[in-house]
C-alpha cells in the first residue's frame, strides 16, 4: 500500500530536550515536505526537500532541521523544543513533474511542556 | 505571492441540505486548485483537484467543485451532506510550473453536519 507514515503519532517532552519525528514513504517520491498545524492557521510549511540532499525552509522553519540523506526518508529534528513549538506536525509526499498532489502522513501531535 | 482565503471557520448544516464551502485565491500566475478533507485524528485525503480543462470538477464522496477564474473562487459543494462528511476541509493551491510542489494551504472550514 502506497504511504506515508510518521512516528511517534503522539509525543510528550520537556523543553530543551532534543527530538526527531521520522518519515517515510515507499512511493520513490522525489518530494518530501514537513508542515505544521495550528488552530486558525491551517498548515504552515516548515521544509521540504526536491530529492537526496537539496533541502530547503518553508515559511516557518526557525527552531527545526532537516534531513534527506536517503529518498525514502525525511525526518524532522527539533534540537532545543520549546511550548510555541506544541503543534500537529504533517509529513507528506509527491512526485515531480506530474501535479498529482500531496500524500500525508497521518500526523504526529507534540507537546512540549 | 499566492494565498487562499477560506471565510468561513465552521459551518453547521442539518443533515441531507446541501452545503457549500468558499475558497478565494490569489495569484498573479496561474494555479492549480485542491481541496482536501481531515476526519477528526487524521492526515489530509485528496478530495478533487482542478489542474485545467472543465471548470466543473467531481471528487469523491460526492463532492464537486467549480474554478471561476474571473472570481478567482474554487468553491466546495455537495447537494446532500451525511453525518460522516463532519470533517475540516482544506483549499490550497500550488503554482503551475512552479519550481517546487509546494502547497499553500488556506486556514480550513469545519463542516458539522447536525441530524
Known amino acids: 500500500e502506497a504511504q506515508v507514515t510518521q512516528n511517534p503519532r503522539y509525543l510528550i517532552t520537556v523543553t530543551g530536550k532534543k527530538l526527531t519525528v521520522t518519515c517515510s514513504q515507499n512511493?520513490?517520491?522525489?518530494?518530501m515536505s514537513w508542515y505544521r498545524q495550528d488552530p486558525g492557521l491551517g498548515l504552515r510549511q516548515i521544509y521540504y526537500s526536491m530529492n537526496v540532499e537539496v533541502t530547503d525552509k518553508g515559511d516557518v522553519p526557525e527552531g527545526y532541521k532537516v534531513s534527506r540523506k536517503e529518498k525514502r526518508n525525511f525526518p524532522l529534528i527539533l534540537e532545543s523544543p520549546s511550548p510555541n513549538q506544541t503543534s500537529l506536525y504533517f509529513c507528506?509526499?509527491?512526485?515531480?513533474?506530474?501535479?498529482?498532489?500531496?500524500?500525508f502522513g497521518s500526523g504526529t501531535r507534540l507537546t512540549v511542556v | 505571492a499566492q494565498s487562499v482565503t477560506q471565510l468561513d471557520s465552521q459551518v453547521p448544516v442539518f443533515e441531507e441540505a446541501p452545503v457549500e464551502l468558499r475558497c478565494n485565491y490569489s495569484?498573479?500566475?496561474?494555479?492549480?486548485l485542491f481541496w482536501y478533507v481531515q476526519y477528526p485524528n487524521q492526515g489530509l485525503q485528496l478530495l478533487l483537484k482542478?489542474?485545467?480543462?472543465?471548470?466543473l470538477v467531481k471528487g469523491i464522496n460526492g463532492f464537486e467543485a467549480e474554478f471561476n477564474k474571473s472570481q478567482t473562487s474554487f468553491h466546495l459543494r455537495k447537494p446532500s451532506v451525511h453525518i460522516s462528511d463532519t470533517a475540516e476541509y482544506f483549499c490550497a493551491v500550488s503554482l503551475y510550473g512552479g519550481a517546487t510542489n509546494k502547497l499553500i494551504f488556506g486556514t480550513g472550514t469545519l463542516l458539522a453536519v447536525q441530524p
Open positions: 482542478y489542474l485545467s480543462g472543465s471548470t
Open positions: 512511493m520513490n517520491h522525489e518530494y
Open positions: 507528506a509526499s509527491s512526485g515531480t513533474g506530474k501535479v498529482v498532489g500531496y500524500t
Open positions: 495569484s498573479s500566475v496561474s494555479v492549480y
